[in-house]
């Protein structure tokens, strides 16, 4: 069974930062492209960054681009987002995405900025 | 970025009873290799989106057969024949065709009467 897991939100500060995790099981990683996606309270779906395997290709949403770092290990069978300078309006829950056109997502993990 | 546009933004619906989404997009969604990347998701409340449909007409794995999705170039429907209570969520469509970005609809509330 295909699984997503994301991990590692919570609490930050205007200005902070915080890495966000999403563990994958149930395919093989490494043959898969990877998403960001991102969903404010009571709002649609909003893309945040792409990855593609090996790396090569990489994307961000321009309310993120010098901002956001995406990364993965395929060893671990993980993708990362590192999240710096965070904004009020970075607050949501944060979820990944399998594929290039999102096959799968995972539970999300719930991202606020607050002071 | 492609703009989508989703009709009616609230679908109150009677159990049994025929459900039917619009979804529109600012350009055609034909891509180079012909394909068509239109997808539907489901987001039932307090879960994760759940992609129901894929290019266009394409059932996921597990997506009863009430679903269906039609439609071509910029005018895209998703049909349920007959409603059930699992399908009360809000449904989004979504392009992958002009990416980056994905862009999504703003979505579709549906409701049991």
């Known amino acids: 069974e295909v699984q997503l897991v994301e991990s590692g939100g919570g609490l930050a500060q205007p200005g902070g930062s915080l890495r966000l995790s999403c563990a994958a099981s149930g395919f093989i990683f490494s043959s898969y492209s990877m998403n960001w996606v991102r969903q404010a309270p009571g709002r649609g779906p909003e893309w945040v960054s792409y990855i593609s395997g090996f790396s090569r290709t990489i994307y961000y949403a321009d309310s993120v681009k010098g901002r956001f770092t995406i990364s993965r290990d395929d060893a671990k069978s993980s993708l990362y987002l590192q999240m710096n300078s965070l904004r009020a309006e970075d607050t949501a829950v944060y979820y990944c995405?399998?594929?290039?056109?999102?096959?799968?997502w995972g539970q999300g993990t719930l991202v606020t900025v607050s002071s | 970025d492609v703009v989508m546009t989703q009709s009616p933004l609230s679908l109150p619906v009677t159990l049994g009873q025929p459900a039917s989404i619009s979804c529109r997009s600012s350009q055609s969604l034909v891509y180079s290799d012909g394909n068509t990347y239109l997808n539907w998701f489901q987001q039932r409340p307090g879960q994760s989106p759940r992609r129901l449909i894929y290019k266009v007409s394409n059932r996921d794995s597990g997506v009863p057969d009430r679903f269906s999705g039609s439609g071509s170039g910029t005018d895209f429907t998703l049909k349920i024949s007959r409603v059930e209570a699992e399908d009360v969520g809000v449904y989004y469509c979504m392009q992958a065709t002009h990416w980056p970005p994905w862009t999504f609809g703003q979505g579709t509330k549906v409701e049991i009467k």
């Open positions: 995405a399998r594929a290039d056109d999102g096959d799968c």
